[in-house]
Protein backbone atom coordinates (compact mmCIF):
# COMPACT_ATOMS: atom_id res chain seq x y z
CA UNK A 1 0.00 0.00 0.00
CA UNK A 2 1.33 3.34 -0.71
CA UNK A 3 1.29 6.07 2.34
CA UNK A 4 1.75 9.64 1.85
CA UNK A 5 1.53 12.72 4.37
CA UNK A 6 -0.67 15.32 2.99
CA UNK A 7 0.15 18.86 4.74
CA UNK A 8 -2.92 21.43 4.53
CA UNK A 9 -3.17 24.97 5.43
CA UNK A 10 -6.89 25.14 6.36
CA UNK A 11 -8.42 23.77 9.39
CA UNK A 12 -10.50 21.35 6.99
CA UNK A 13 -9.90 20.52 3.41
CA UNK A 14 -13.35 18.83 1.43
CA UNK A 15 -12.60 15.37 0.47
CA UNK A 16 -13.26 16.05 -3.53
CA UNK A 17 -10.60 18.91 -3.10
CA UNK A 18 -8.06 16.90 -1.14
CA UNK A 19 -8.47 13.87 -3.91
CA UNK A 20 -7.39 16.61 -6.15
CA UNK A 21 -4.12 18.52 -4.27
CA UNK A 22 -2.74 14.79 -3.48
CA UNK A 23 -3.03 14.12 -7.06
CA UNK A 24 -4.97 10.97 -6.54
CA UNK A 25 -7.61 12.01 -8.85
CA UNK A 26 -6.86 14.38 -11.94
CA UNK A 27 -10.19 16.08 -11.79
CA UNK A 28 -12.87 16.96 -9.56
CA UNK A 29 -15.39 14.75 -11.71
CA UNK A 30 -12.97 11.92 -11.35
CA UNK A 31 -12.56 12.57 -7.35
CA UNK A 32 -16.58 12.74 -7.52
CA UNK A 33 -16.45 9.40 -9.51
CA UNK A 34 -14.39 7.35 -6.76
CA UNK A 35 -16.62 8.68 -3.68
CA UNK A 36 -19.88 7.35 -5.98
CA UNK A 37 -18.07 4.07 -6.19
CA UNK A 38 -17.72 3.54 -3.02
CA UNK A 39 -13.83 3.51 -2.99
CA UNK A 40 -12.65 6.52 -0.59
CA UNK A 41 -12.74 5.88 3.14
CA UNK A 42 -12.23 8.37 5.88
CA UNK A 43 -10.85 7.11 9.30
CA UNK A 44 -12.31 3.42 8.57
CA UNK A 45 -15.51 4.48 6.98
CA UNK A 46 -16.64 5.00 3.83
CA UNK A 47 -17.56 8.01 2.33
CA UNK A 48 -20.79 9.02 0.43
CA UNK A 49 -20.70 12.43 0.51
CA UNK A 50 -18.36 14.22 -2.04
CA UNK A 51 -17.72 17.12 -0.33
CA UNK A 52 -17.04 15.30 3.42
CA UNK A 53 -15.01 17.54 4.91
CA UNK A 54 -11.33 15.96 6.02
CA UNK A 55 -9.33 17.31 9.08
CA UNK A 56 -5.72 16.96 10.55
CA UNK A 57 -5.04 13.95 11.47
CA UNK A 58 -7.36 12.23 9.68
CA UNK A 59 -6.39 8.82 7.62
CA UNK A 60 -8.09 8.73 3.67
CA UNK A 61 -7.66 4.92 2.39
CA UNK A 62 -8.42 4.82 -1.35
CA UNK A 63 -9.04 1.33 -3.04
CA UNK A 64 -7.08 -0.09 -0.10
CA UNK A 65 -4.53 1.03 -2.62
CA UNK A 66 -3.32 4.59 -1.19
CA UNK A 67 -3.46 5.55 1.99
CA UNK A 68 -3.25 9.57 3.13
CA UNK A 69 -2.45 10.93 6.58
CA UNK A 70 -3.70 14.59 7.07
CA UNK A 71 -1.54 17.09 8.89
CA UNK A 72 -1.40 20.25 9.64
CA UNK A 73 1.13 22.57 7.78
CA UNK A 74 3.50 24.07 10.31
CA UNK A 75 3.39 27.71 10.32
Do not use: H, Y
Amino acid sequence: MQKETIEITTATIAMDKLLKFSGVADTGGQAFMMVEDGVVKLNGVTVTEKRKQVRPGDVVNIDDQIELTIIAAQK
